[in-house]
């Protein structure tokens, strides 16, 4: 039965954080019951006050093929990472 | 005034233990992963619920015996739950069912009980009305689905509720306890919560495309312990196994 459900990837914002954060993957009828199930499945322990669900089949992914062209050329650009400043000890922690 | 209101909690206490053990009966075997964890975190809300009324029960009867005393220690005539809810749980169909026919009473008596003169009462049944609500959001939500969902589940849903609907009955039923909390501003008048839960019974079954037996016909004798079904019994003997052969047993 649970392989005619749809997947949905389950994304939780917690009370302390800034962005919802991907927990993991469920499966549910409808979006309504993936938010249930989330609930049920992801928040037992007061983990969430923001639920996101989104239907796997939906999300657009990168390929690992691909990973070459994609990310190799970032490698080499040092000069894009700003560790080359010096940071004042009273702006605190960045 | 106190012999009811131990009355009154043990039937409020003894509904969510019975119903709690019933739904926990799903733990590993429920049809998918995520109705188990669903079904387990019901049943964990009714059994802590539970352990808030048989407290309060045990406190008021006033002889020394613990709300585990309450839960392990008496015999099916002692318990004072709605036959609904000592039913077993069929199939699936048949659990949410059960469920939903609960959850949508629980709701509203939970929700009349949260303004109960009764500061303890008010309490519980003030943290006890956000977890049902929650329960019957889902039970509904999986009734509708359900019920109008393929041939076969609808099959199944039609056939839980007329095996279900004349156990619904017994909760809007008052009787001499009931009249005397009423009268003493701690209890709603459970006639007087029919309409408003007739009312969600009509919504979802309705959308559920389910149509609800047309007989007022209702089993009683759950809720005042006179005759229980032969199923509780049954549920006792798992429930209270440890208790009874190692009593007072901890770990």
Redesign the interface.
């Known amino acids: 039965?649970?392989g005619e459900?749809p997947l949905w990837e389950i994304f939780i914002r917690g009370q302390h954080g800034m962005s919802h954060r991907h927990v993991g993957s469920?499966?549910?009828?409808d979006a309504?019951?993936a938010i249930?199930?989330a609930?049920?499945?992801y928040t037992?322990r007061n983990e969430g006050i923001s639920i996101w669900a989104v239907e796997a089949a939906q999300i657009a992914a990168s390929s690992p093929d691909e990973k070459g062209p994609l990310y190799e050329p970032s490698e080499s650009k040092i000069y894009r990472h700003p560790s080359f400043f010096d940071i004042p000890d009273d702006a605190g922690a960045m | 005034m106190s012999a009811d209101l131990f009355e009154f909690l043990c039937r409020m206490g003894d509904n969510a233990l019975v119903l709690g053990h019933r739904v926990s009966e799903w733990c590993g075997v429920a049809p998918v992963i995520e109705e188990d964890i669903a079904l387990a975190n019901t049943a964990l809300d009714l059994i802590g619920q539970a352990t808030l009324w048989l407290n309060y029960a045990a406190e008021v009867e006033g002889k020394g015996r613990s709300a585990d005393d309450l839960a392990m220690g008496r015999d099916v005539w002692d318990f004072r739950n709605l036959l609904l809810v000592e039913q077993p749980n069929g199939d699936f169909g048949q659990t949410i069912m059960r469920q939903f026919l609960f959850d949508a009473w629980h709701v509203d008596c939970l929700g009349a009980l949260a303004q109960s003169n009764d500061r303890r009462i008010a309490e519980i049944a003030g943290k006890a009305v956000k977890e049902a609500t929650y329960h019957l959001e889902r039970s509904s939500d999986t009734v509708i689905g359900l019920g109008d969902g393929t041939d076969e589940s609808h099959r199944r849903m039609q056939a839980a509720l007329d095996l279900l609907w004349p156990y619904a009955g017994e909760a809007f039923a008052p009787d001499a306890v009931d009249a005397a909390l009423l009268e003493a501003g701690i209890a709603p008048d459970p006639a007087r919560l029919q309409a408003t839960t007739f009312a969600t019974y009509d919504r979802v079954l309705g959308a559920a495309t389910l149509i609800r037996p047309d007989t007022e016909f209702a089993h009683r004798g759950g809720k005042t312990g006179a005759r229980h079904s032969e199923h509780l019994g049954h549920l006792l003997t798992t429930m209270q196994w440890l208790q009874r052969a190692y009593p007072g047993a901890t770990w």
């Not at chain 1, 469920?26 to 009828?29: E, G, R």
């Open positions: 039965m649970s459900w469920l499966h549910a009828p309504e019951m249930k199930n609930r049920d499945v037992r």
